[in-house]
């Protein structure tokens, strides 16, 4: 069932390639080429950076923990309206 506090989505009929699983893989693979544990994919240099790699670590923690627990009301809004201004920002841009 749909959000209703969320606006129509500008969007709608796009062709996206993303879903939760590829997401978390992609935070994932970040991760990972943070770690020094993968090349880089645009550089092809293999480095630990360790802000990097704690701050996706932590992301990736956070998501575990509000999926699991859930939003609150002023999250759910919040991300609602992030994410409408940035789809309409892209739609805009590609016009």
Partial sequence: ??????KENPMKGVPLDINFSTFIY???SSAMVALGEAADPTTGK????????KHTIDVLGMLKNKFENGLDEDEKKLLCEIVY???MAYVNKSK
Avoid: G, I, W
């Fill in 85 to 87: 201004n940035l789809r």
């Fill in 26 to 28: 992609s935070l994932s």
């Fill in 1 to 6: 069932m749909a959000d209703k506090t969320c």
């Fill in 46 to 53: 293999v480095e630990f950076q360790p802000q990097m790699a």
